[in-house]
Nanobody, 123 residues
Framework: QGKLVESGGGLVQPGGSLRLSCSASGFTSRLNVIGWFRQAPGKEREALSCSRGSDATIYYSGSVKGRFTVSRDDTLNLVYLQMNSLKPEDTAVYYC????????????????WGSGTQVTVSS
């Protein structure tokens, strides 16, 4: 069974930056579609971005577009989420997930998830 592991979360001041990593192992094929999501306390899991390695497609949600950037090292099965200009409302647990086929903004479309990494934006 494949496994995804997120890392890089932590406490950062408003306006600061963090880079999250999503590492994949144990999948029978190279990862293609990777989605980044977050879930704040009491809120639903929110889609942030989706990237597809096969054609370099990347989508961003309106809430993070221009502040967050996805990059990939498909040879190492690593996907990064660079987060800049962080705001207190970005505080959440951040997840990466994978699925076959096309990008999707729906969390139910993804069948393999990491356990998440906490990001806290606070002064």
């Amino acid at each position: 069974q494949g496994k995804l592991v997120e890392s890089g979360g932590g406490l950062v001041q408003p306006g600061g930056s963090l880079r999250l990593s999503c590492s994949a192992s144990g999948f029978t094929s190279r990862l293609n579609v990777i989605g980044w999501f977050r879930q704040a306390p009491g809120k639903e899991r929110e889609a942030l971005s989706c990237s597809r390695g096969s054609d370099a497609t990347i989508y961003y949600s309106g809430s993070v577009k221009g502040r967050f950037t996805v990059s990939r090292d498909d040879t190492l099965n690593l996907v990064y989420l660079q987060m800049n200009s962080l705001k207190p409302e970005d505080t959440a647990v951040y997840y990466c997930a994978t699925r076959r086929g096309m990008c999707s903004g729906s969390r139910i479309a993804y069948n393999s998830w990491g356990s998440g990494t906490q990001v806290t934006v606070s002064s």
